[in-house]
């Protein structure tokens, strides 16, 4: 649907994983695990506003309402005519995602490219209905993906008349929700696949390690039912106020494992956190290092201190009140409406065994928003379903980018699906490791890799240039 | 968007063409063109009603709502896994698409293949809010064509899954509004297109027929100074009521003219009124043997007489009350949102000038409806700038096929893009000529057509039973 020629979405997902609350899954906590104390970085874009229509497919009075879609843009390296690289936002403040995904001011000046980075509605300042947009379902009913497509569309349509440049190439970039694991949906992968994961990248760095994380549950339950239990844990976890459930104990540490598994980036890094190179190694020696009187659970909680506290700025954990600071929490809703992935933990993976109970994720949603999940609709609107077959005759001009590190790969396409559809898939990448800036540090396959990016999107701008020049 | 395996549109594009009222290019006032004496046909189908989500882009609590989404099935021919054939309804009553599709039953046998005709929502019985549903902007403002597409989409998913054929390919029809003439939205062919195919059709025929036509329309503007002239103009016309405007009138003779350009079948037909083989050269006929004292006047009416009384059912002429007998009335609605098609008429057509006024045209939009059409959304959401370079990646399995008698082909795909869309143009072909049952009458090309279409159809299916062997 996109006005573009050529398009091209990374999958490195990123997204917000998650933990049984109260024994059921809530898959995106989000808006409770993103905590930043640094201030926003300075970036090298113009702000600007564009008169957005709030609902593409409607036009009932109210649907023609105009709200304010905030968009980046860079114009340093821009020749008229040449590429526009758009970055499709995606659950959280376009700055954040403009600040981690340095690829594409890197390779601007290559391509003479104008840079774009468009906020997605219901995210940082684009709210169509202010600080009442997230009031209730009738507000929030307008977040959903087809809408957030068509605002792209519409802007980049106007861009480039704007910029007397309608002819211009544009390459479009999405990471995670924002070039989404297309197979994480309905019964496409196996439901366990993305705990699996997470547990092989610790499994591949330790067996000890994978076991520890795995029997550390269990003495979290026991503890749960001894007297002065939270007491004990609050001190054990050194919480700066006392907890008032165990279950909070076990999301937080939940959450340490997942986040840091997306993010076991090869250089020192701060997307979600701060955290040195392969933090899963890291955790994992933390653990491994331990005599082996001491508890699992107290390996657990020094290794999750790695995540928290890598850059030891904090003197006791909020766990059970943490800031949301890249403004996610509109993601609970998309997953309560379109972006129902169901997962469950196998006995084979490091996390408590638990299933997905639709019944029981419906009611939940519900109660929250009054709202009932359409289940199948995202795999019936933009397919998944035998998408070998599909897309080798419906698409082209497609890189799916995954780095095995990342649980979300395994929602990946992980295998050529044409000349033009392209997978690429590196054993130790991880959440779209290369959309981040490149570093003096990073690895040869993580070079190679971004130059392979870089040839296949020059071979398509030149057939483009090509088809255009012959008409 | 489809969840289907092959698509295929065909572009014998029909609709409701139009003439200027007031001076003011009203496109496609429908709703007044179309009635027919003739009972409804006894058609070979089940009738069934589908609970359809209201709005697919909206989780609002009201967007969840279902209503009945008409559709007819045949089963005669089909074999589990063997394909399913979906016509895609467009601007009217089902049944009425369903007896002028007849190709889809001549096929049905060879492919084994399931039939499915889907009406339109806010067509038909397919009204949304029953008989509140074309009250205002508030419940027209769901009549689009994405929730239309949508529609499809989840209505043809749940069928397969339904029938346990969810490998079965799928082979979806469309014809006019429902297989859109995609270039023929903002400037993408020539405004003046569509009225000049319809002047050339009259020119092709004989110079004098045209010159007559594009004469008639002084005298019947020098008529409307005179006194008594009303009066003079019912006779002259035998109107069942006196005329209340020569503006009636004139739009009158316009719509005989571009309707019968359009259905100018090879065969005798009964698609819009009751019409002999080659209605156009029928109409020439009846002008060029007129003595040459006649009055141009006189002899478009004769001509305009055809089409209206093919028959001879009618005794007198309701100009001003005609009765919308297919359901057509909510095209008005779809032109003033997203069906923006500007027309004008060149000095080269045999229609008096007149251009678009785009700002008349918004205004009186909001004046019947209260909304403001989107002129450039169609392009954006669907695309149709630069299709040749963009579809031939984007693309696969369209067949575009265009009779170059009608006049919406000016508007349509007329070269083959790739190896898998293909462009079918006859020039004796007229609005989806190739849909209608076949006949004795038939002539050659016709049949070569129909015979290149399964061809292409066979081979696609062969395609798809290969990929799916072989994973």
């Not at 997942?258 to 955290?275: D, I, R």
Request: with cysteine.
């Amino acid at each position: 649907m996109a006005p573009c020629c050529l398009s091209l979405f990374f999958l490195f997902l990123f997204t917000f994983a998650s933990v049984p609350a109260n024994s059921l899954p809530t898959f995106f906590p989000g808006a409770k695990q993103a905590k930043a104390r640094t201030s926003k970085p300075k970036l090298p874009f113009k702000t600007h506003y564009f008169p957005q229509t709030l609902d593409h497919f409607n036009f009932q009075p109210k649907s023609s309402k105009l709200f304010h879609q905030k968009y980046l843009i860079n114009t340093d390296y821009w020749q008229k005519g040449a590429p526009l690289f758009v970055y499709t936002g995606n659950e959280g403040d376009i700055e954040w995602f403009a600040a981690n995904t340095g690829f594409l001011l890197d390779i601007a000046p290559k391509f003479k490219a104008l840079l774009v980075f468009i906020e997605h509605r219901f995210y940082g300042e684009s709210m169509p209905f202010g600080k009442h947009s997230y009031q209730s379902a009738k507000t929030l009913g307008y977040l959903t993906s087809q809408q957030a497509m068509a605002d792209f569309a519409v802007l980049i349509r106007s861009l480039k008349q704007n910029l007397s440049s309608v002819a211009s190439p544009v390459v479009v970039f999405g990471g995670s929700y924002g070039g989404t694991p297309i197979l994480q949906f309905d019964k496409i992968v196996p439901w366990s696949s993305f705990y699996d994961a997470v547990s092989q990248d610790f499994k591949d760095v330790s067996l000890n390690c994978y076991e520890v994380i795995k029997g550390s549950w269990a003495e979290l339950e026991a503890m749960s039912t001894q007297k002065e239990a939270l007491a004990e844990l609050s001190k054990a976890f050194r919480t700066c106020k006392s907890l008032r459930s165990t279950a909070s104990a076990r999301d937080w540490l939940w959450t340490a494992f997942v986040y840091t598994a997306m993010v076991n980036y090869p250089t020192q890094a701060n997307f979600m956190k701060p955290l040195p190179a392969y933090p899963v190694q890291q955790m994992c020696k933390i653990i491994d290092k331990f005599p082996s009187r001491a508890t699992k659970l107290s390996r657990a909680f020094a290794a999750a201190s790695l995540y928290y506290n890598y850059s030891r700025s904090e003197n006791c954990f909020e766990i059970e009140h943490e800031v949301d600071s890249h403004g996610l929490h509109g993601w609970d809703w998309q997953t309560c409406t379109e972006m129902v992935m169901p997962m469950t933990c196998s006995k084979e993976s490091m996390f408590p065994p638990f299933g997905f109970n639709y019944g029981e994720f419906a009611a939940i949603c519900q109660m929250k928003y009054g709202v009932s999940p359409r289940p199948h609709w995202i795999t019936t609107e933009f397919g998944g379903e035998r998408i070998r077959n599909v897309l080798k005759r419906f698409g082209s001009n497609i890189i799916f980018s995954n780095g095995m590190q990342d649980p979300w790969s395994r929602g990946g396409v992980l295998k050529n699906i044409s000349s033009s559809i392209i997978a690429l898939v590196t054993e130790k990448g991880a959440h779209h490791v290369d959309f981040r800036s490149s570093t003096e540090d990073d690895p040869d396959w993580l070079v190679e890799l971004r130059k392979q990016e870089v040839g296949i999107i020059q071979k398509w701008l030149n057939e483009y240039y090509a088809d255009l020049r012959h008409g």
